[in-house]
DNA sequence: GCCAACGTTGGC
DNA sequence: GCCAACGTTGGC
């Protein structure tokens, strides 16, 4: 199995709006960077991710995700009435790609962005990089479990 | 292929 | 709201 942290505006999807919805599972749409969607192509039925909330009071991480259906076409890029919509991605030729997640917990509290930056043992972890603005990347083994070990 | 201009992300 | 850090676009 393989880890991702995903990142989501609260005002636009949060963690609460995924675990409303219907099944708890979402689809991951409007991703629109070739290195993110490449990640969600290597992405597998199974892996887990973090659900991490960005462009808040408190950014950090939240909970806690499951990819339910591996990368297939992201239609809002067909639609003109998206703001996703990109003209450049034919239906025939589609350039963006989704999967569907579905919710599995919060965390019992945030593990915030600058929690995680004060810690050495992250050192190469793509979030905490400078400048790092990836939607979509993946976390390794180890950094998945240091990272859980900090709920408590 | 270079690179300046522009747009976006996202922390603060 | 500011702005640093990127990514993308398009002229040449």
């Given at each position: 199995m393989n880890y991702w942290l995903m990142k989501s505006e609260p005002d636009v999807f949060s963690i609460d709006d995924l675990q409303r919805e219907p099944k708890k599972t979402a689809h991951w749409d409007g991703v629109r960077n070739y290195q993110a969607r490449n990640h969600m192509r290597s992405m597998n039925r199974g892996d887990h991710g973090f659900f991490y909330h960005s462009n808040c009071a408190e950014p950090g991480i939240v909970g806690i995700l499951e990819v339910v259906r591996e990368a297939y076409p992201d239609h809002t890029a067909f639609?003109?009435?998206?703001?996703?919509?990109?003209?450049?991605?034919a239906t025939e030729k589609p350039r963006w790609d989704m999967v569907d997640v579905r919710f599995i917990r919060r965390l019992r509290r945030t593990i915030t962005l600058a929690e995680l930056r004060?810690?050495?043992?992250?050192?190469?972890f793509a979030l905490v990089r400078r400048g790092n603005r990836l939607s979509v990347m993946p976390v390794s083994a180890d950094h998945w479990q240091l990272i859980l070990g900090l709920e408590d």
């Open positions: 639609d003109p009435a998206s703001k996703y919509y990109d003209p450049n991605s004060h810690l050495s043992s992250l050192d190469g």
